[in-house]
């Protein structure tokens, strides 16, 4: 399938760390990553006019799809591990074929957790909410957001492997044909049927994406389309860790917002607004990451050792640059900022002491989302797995127990969700300058 005229992808005057080339991967990246976010963002502006029991519904409801979606990042993050494995090495199409098998993965595990969605809708917004009435309205956004759930899993997938053959050009202009129209249809749905126009603007662009990526995989692809169980194995072998790591995560956030919602509807409303604005920023943040993925697996598919050390001290510092000019902007904008998504007082109120925990985490989150990705790009799925495990259990769980017990509320919340990152962002120093991620193992043929 590889064929064995392929040549690897760099040459000599190629192989060192330059600012244009991380540049070049980053900022198409950050394009992609931004762009649901900001759909996310728009869409709590226009259902926060609506008034505090749709937001706190659709925070419900987006809780949960954010839940069943993320725990798949491997199709992602771990297929572009693999594949820019491979095409360091000059195996391009055994890199394509990677998300075909990623693809296959997506469809199958998609359509069963919509499915369950659908099934258990009532019960599990009944709890996040404590609200029959917020619930009633989180269940109809819920159902019709499932069919989505797929769409978002393709997406996943077509990011992973387009990445690794460091082409993320192409994901940005397939995120745009799909965002764009569904943007522009948002208002005017949320006009006509209320929050469950939210639900059908979000499924129109997620399948307008989802066709583009099948078509760029159908063009680009030259060998079997059989699932390949020996491959999907090996997939999922990575996929474990980071889906333990994924619900690590979503342990904390579904926690979160459980807990905000039995303080008051206002608590859980301000956590919505809070929450997407920190999902935006730590992506943007991501788009960094993306590049140091990509190259560090490339550089280790070769043998480069030290351009892969390059990647992760450029792209650090890049990133916290960056972080920190975000932090200000938030620090100095905030009154502005929070009063475009609500005008809500008690949901403004609830905000002001957790803003200046959303803007530590902001720039911590500089160096420790750049050092994700290098480990990523290594493979080293276990250790960032233990990593977010022990995150949850030392830095988080006392916050939300204190926050509950004690009635801290919001704030008591967002200091275990910083207490988290702290003890993230100590793991990963240690690790990169360790060098134990810089294994030379290749991904089996």
């Not at 040459?11 to 762009?35: C, D, I, K, Q």
């Not at 993320?70 to 360091?88: E, H, I, N």
């Amino acid at each position: 399938m590889t064929g064995a005229t392929e040549q690897p992808p760099h040459t000599a005057s190629e192989s060192s760390v330059t600012l244009r080339r991380v540049l070049a991967l980053a900022l198409p990246a950050l394009g992609v990553l931004a762009a649901n976010p900001l759909y996310l963002l728009l869409d709590t502006a226009v259902i926060g006019r609506l008034g505090a029991g749709q937001l706190a519904a659709l925070a419900a409801g987006a809780t949960v799809q954010s839940t069943v979606t993320t725990q798949l990042t491997f199709l992602s993050y771990g297929t572009t591990a693999r594949s820019s494995r491979f095409y360091g090495a000059g195996k391009k199409q055994r890199a394509i074929a990677e998300g075909v098998q990623a693809t296959w993965v997506a469809l199958g595990v998609g359509l069963l957790l919509a499915t369950v969605v659908w099934i258990f809708a009532r019960p599990i917004a009944l709890f996040l909410t404590n609200d029959a009435g917020t619930a009633d309205m989180a269940v109809q956004w819920m159902r019709v957001a499932a069919f989505a759930i797929p769409l978002t899993l393709i997406i996943m997938a077509g990011n992973g492997w387009l990445r690794g053959i460091q082409n993320t050009k192409l994901p940005f202009y397939l995120t745009l044909c799909g965002l764009v129209p569904g943007a522009v249809a948002l208002p005017f749905l949320v006009g006509r049927f209320g929050l469950v126009g939210s639900a059908v603007a979000n499924v129109i662009g997620m399948g307008l994406t989802a066709a583009g990526f099948l078509v760029a995989l159908v063009v680009a692809h030259s060998g079997s389309w059989a699932p390949n169980g020996r491959v999907i194995a090996r997939q999922l072998v990575l996929g474990r860790d980071l889906i333990l790591r994924s619900l690590s995560f979503q342990v904390a956030f579904v926690s979160a917002a459980a807990v905000a919602g039995r303080v008051s509807v206002a608590a859980l409303a301000a956590h919505q607004v809070m929450l997407q604005l920190w999902n935006f920023l730590t992506l943007v943040l991501d788009s960094l990451a993306i590049a140091a993925q990509t190259l560090t697996g490339s550089a280790l598919g070769t043998g480069r050792i030290s351009e892969a050390r390059a990647v992760g001290e450029k792209v650090t510092r890049l990133s916290l640059w960056f972080a920190l000019t975000l932090a200000a902007v938030f620090a100095v904008g905030g009154p502005f900022i929070r009063r475009l998504f609500t005008i809500d007082e008690a949901v403004l109120d609830a905000m002001a002491v957790p803003w200046w925990l959303l803007i530590a985490m902001i720039a911590a989150g500089g160096v420790l989302f750049a050092l994700d990705g290098v480990l990523l790009g290594a493979g080293d799925a276990a250790f960032l797995r233990t990593l977010t495990l022990s995150s949850v259990l030392v830095g988080f769980l006392p916050g939300i127990a204190i926050a509950y017990w004690a009635g801290t509320g919001l704030t008591g919340i967002w200091c275990g969700l910083a207490a988290m990152i702290v003890v993230r962002l100590v793991g990963d120093v240690w690790r990169f300058y360790s060098m134990r991620w810089a294994s030379l193992d290749q991904p089996d043929d």
